[in-house]
């Protein structure tokens, strides 16, 4: 039986190495089991937030990033730690077989290795959060503005896992590492800037209105009443038409609801964002026959229109 087995540090170094053992029936559980234990040591100090990850993870798969990262081999670490689900620098170096029925692995990270792997990455994303911010003031205080803030926040929220795993490992702190708190303030002071104008002709209640402006909501951004202020931007144009429609012998009444919209920028004079949608919805009333008509129109703002002012949205970060 291998010393490593009883005491892993009398094999490897506790000051050159971060290492775990894993047992299990077959190789490939003692192994998965040895990396665990490897990841443990970091333990909810170097996990990303998901929301964070996530939004990075996309980029990295859109290539929005690939501009900013100096080699192949450092996308590729990138992609591989998006969420933290592989740490970098970690190799099984040895399996052992009791000759009954248990495996026996153990995980090995070289401290001085995986430093400079993740002190690359942090450089790497750095490089990115600065590509990110460099902006004009007019196109700092706009849609694309607020959303590479967005970003950057979010890369910086990656970096600062990334740092964590650096200084358990003992290496060097690096200064210039930040959270993504100012970003995300400065992202939202941005915001503050660029209202969200949203007119909406035949509406009832304002059950249109407050169907868009909850889409512009989830991404931060405040929705106002395009006919009560001026100066706006970015405005939402909606135009609604309920038509009554005749089927013969069905003893119902129906309704049809028509929107056709263009989310604009009056600065440039060009539509971000089209979107239409029509249904027809019945019911013995005339009145609940329109009321199911909104009804439908609501969903599909809330499913389809959200969804296309996402991909509005996520395509402004910039491609190199």
């Known amino acids: 039986m291998p010393a490593w087995v009883n005491d892993v540090y009398s094999a490897y170094s506790r000051s050159q190495y971060i290492a775990a053992t894993g047992f299990g029936r077959d190789r490939a559980t003692a192994e998965g089991n040895a990396l665990a ?31 900013w990262i100096d080699t192949a081999e450092m996308r590729s670490n990138i992609k591989s730690t998006a969420f933290m689900d592989n740490l ?21 990270m070289e401290k001085s290795n995986a430093i400079a792997i993740y002190t690359r990455l942090i450089q790497a994303n750095l490089n990115v959060i600065n590509n990110l911010i460099t902006m004009t003031p007019a196109e700092k205080n706009s849609l694309s503005g607020a959303i590479r803030y967005r970003f950057a926040a979010a890369v910086a929220d990656v970096n600062t896992s990334y740092h964590n795993v650096v200084v358990l490992l003992e290496g060097r702190p690096i200064t210039s590492v930040t959270s993504g708190d100012s970003y995300r303030v400065e992202a939202q002071n941005i915001i503050k800037t660029i209202p969200i104008g949203i007119r909406v002709d035949n509406d009832r209640n304002g059950r249109l209105f407050s169907a868009f402006a909850r889409c512009f909501a989830d991404w931060g951004f405040e929705a106002a009443n395009a006919n009560t202020v001026s100066n706006i931007r970015y405005v939402l144009d909606v135009r ?37 949608f029509n249904s027809r919805e019945g019911h013995v009333t005339q009145a609940e026959a329109e009321n199911r008509a909104f009804t439908a129109a609501e969903r599909n703002i809330n499913d389809v229109f959200a969804s296309l002012l996402s991909d509005y949205l996520t395509q402004l970060m910039p491609r190199n």
């Open 88 to 108: 970098m620098g970690v190799e099984i170096k040895e399996v052992w077989f009791d000759s009954r029925n248990t495996y026996y692995a153990v995980a090995v």
């Open 240 to 276: 609604a038409a309920l038509s009554p429609v005749n089927l013969p012998n069905n003893s119902n009444i129906f309704s049809r609801i028509e929107l056709t919209t263009s989310l604009t920028d009056t600065n440039l004079g060009i539509v971000l964002v089209p979107y239409s």
């Open 37 to 67: 234990s490897v990841s443990a040591f970091f333990g909810q100090s170097v996990q990303i937030e998901r929301v964070a990850a996530s939004s990075y993870q996309q980029a990295i798969v859109n290539g929005v990033m690939e501009g």
